[in-house]
């Protein structure tokens, strides 16, 4: 953000009826480079006295999102970001041990006609798909510095990012993608991601491959600021221990996309968000490459649930008998249905198949839901002390 004496475009005598034109206060703000005190100032100086404290708010508002939204915006947006990640590639998808070190690095991306160049660190993560073999692409992180990013940069404000990569083919990747999309519609206590297609250069033979489709994933503690709460860890914890709904909530949505793969007491793909010391935790679920919806060719069920595939639904929520529990979660799934729907259908980034596929799987949710009897089948299975509900996995093998 520049600061300047004037603001340029009232230095071009704009009047009132040309500020009608606007399309809104956010272009004027980006036309004007001003400091938002001279903003302010200026733009005020134009409004009646009845229309005023109306406008100061909105003006509140839109900075405050400016000033505080800095980090996130790399998220507000869902256009895919297309960027390259250039390093010693080889030595870095070489460093897939236990405690892989930070290599260093450049993210290069196209901006308003000029190419943006940030040097950053990066070392592999994850588990199976860090492992040499399963994946040529092991997950990333990425760690920025405030430092070396340029104020103006989409990536201002991140500091440590997951990067999901591609194990076996892209498609899967947008597969998971569309999942943080439907979690972001039931609740906003859940992590954005941004698809993103990275093409690879390794720069001790430099070479480039791609460019492949990736996941970029917000921050657990930005996601946490967003919801005015903290992210905590807390091992050991029982789902009774949750904020009820918020839970339920989660475990019909794992259910609806046919995931298993997660648990409260392990903290197994779930993070935990709680407003004050005094709260309940509110479980919010990321990596979904083991939801049936997904149909990863490596995702399998544990065996300790006696699934035959990841297709095969099964709620692993705590044992509650009377469904009128279920009724308002029920209710804002059914209100949802549309809008999940219209993230797949027509969607130019799916095959016909996978959208045909996907709606089917979606239509077999629904139908369970809205029928009383399917409904308590399978939602107080976790109350059947001969059936595997109550399994705790710490940990889902993946198998080739």
């Keep these: 953000m520049n600061t300047k004496s004037e603001c340029d475009c009232f230095n071009n005598n704009l009047t009132v009826k040309d500020l009608n034109y606007w399309s809104g206060l956010k272009q004027l703000w980006i036309i004007t480079c001003c400091t938002p005190e001279r903003f302010l100032s200026i733009f005020t100086s134009f409004l009646n006295k009845n229309t005023k404290r109306l406008f100061l708010a909105l003006l509140y508002l839109i900075f405050t999102t400016y000033a505080f939204g800095q980090s996130s915006r790399l998220f507000d947006v869902d256009d895919v970001l297309e960027f390259t990640l250039s390093s010693d590639l080889k030595s870095v998808f070489r460093d897939r041990g236990d405690d892989p070190q930070y290599h260093p690095a450049t993210v290069k991306y196209q901006a308003e006609g000029s190419i943006i160049a940030i040097p950053l660190k990066i070392k592999t993560r994850g588990h199976f798909r860090k492992i ?82 990736g996941i970029l994933l917000e921050e657990e503690n930005q996601m946490a600021k967003r919801n005015k709460s903290e992210s905590i860890e807390k091992m050991g914890l029982n789902p009774q221990h949750m904020q009820k709904d918020e839970f339920l909530r989660m475990a019909v949505f794992e259910y609806m996309i046919g995931n298993t793969d997660w648990s409260i007491q392990y903290m197994q793909n779930i993070k935990f968000l709680v407003e004050d010391s005094t709260a309940l935790p509110t479980p919010v679920p990321y990596d979904f490459d083991h939801a049936g919806i997904v149909d990863a060719p490596y995702a399998k069920p544990a065996p300790e649930l006696k699934l035959t595939s990841t297709r095969q639904r099964r709620y692993r929520g705590y044992c509650i008998q009377n469904m009128e529990q279920f009724a308002p979660i029920f209710q804002t799934f059914n209100q949802l249905k549309n809008e999940f729907y219209a993230v797949y259908q027509d969607n130019p980034l799916l095959s016909n198949g996978y959208q045909k596929q996907t709606i089917k799987f979606l239509d077999q949710f629904f139908e369970t839901i809205n029928d009383p009897k399917k409904a308590e089948e399978a939602f107080t299975y976790p109350c059947d002390p001969s059936g595997t509900g109550n399994v705790i996995i710490r940990g889902l093998k993946e198998i080739e």
């Excluded at 899967?172 to 569309?178: D, F, P, Q, R, T």
């Design 132 to 213: 040499s073999g399963n994946c040529q692409y092991p997950p990333l992180w990425l760690n920025f510095a405030k430092s070396t990013t340029p104020k103006k940069s989409v990536f201002r404000g991140q500091d440590k990012m997951k990067l999901v990569t591609p194990c076996r083919g892209e498609d899967y990747v947008i597969h998971e993608y569309l999942v943080y999309k439907l979690y972001n519609l039931i609740t906003p206590q859940s992590l954005r991601a941004r698809l993103v297609l990275v093409t690879y250069h390794n720069e001790s033979k430099d070479k480039s491959s791609g460019p492949y489709y």
